[in-house]
């Protein structure tokens, strides 16, 4: 059974993917997964860049997580 991602590994800060990712071996494999280069996915893990509505669509589908789930900052009400 593959292992999913928990909706706390993404939602620290919005378009990032948190420490788990971060020079990850997976990440070769989660690349290949979504026909996108290594150099790509790092750009995303690391907030240097933004997913298209596209990929941030496959990113979400292979983790089985919404889009919002991932990248959209809940704020805490005082």
Request: charged share 25%.
């Amino acid at each position: 059974m593959e292992q999913r991602a928990s909706c706390e590994t993404f939602r620290s800060t919005p378009s990032s993917f948190s420490s788990p990712w971060r020079n990850s071996p997976r990440q070769k494999p989660f690349a290949e997964k979504l026909e996108i280069s290594q150099t790509t996915l790092s750009l995303l893990v690391n907030n240097r860049s933004l997913p298209t509505l596209e990929m941030a669509y496959r990113i979400s589908e292979e983790l089985n997580l919404s889009v919002h789930d991932i990248w959209i900052k809940e704020i805490e009400q005082p």
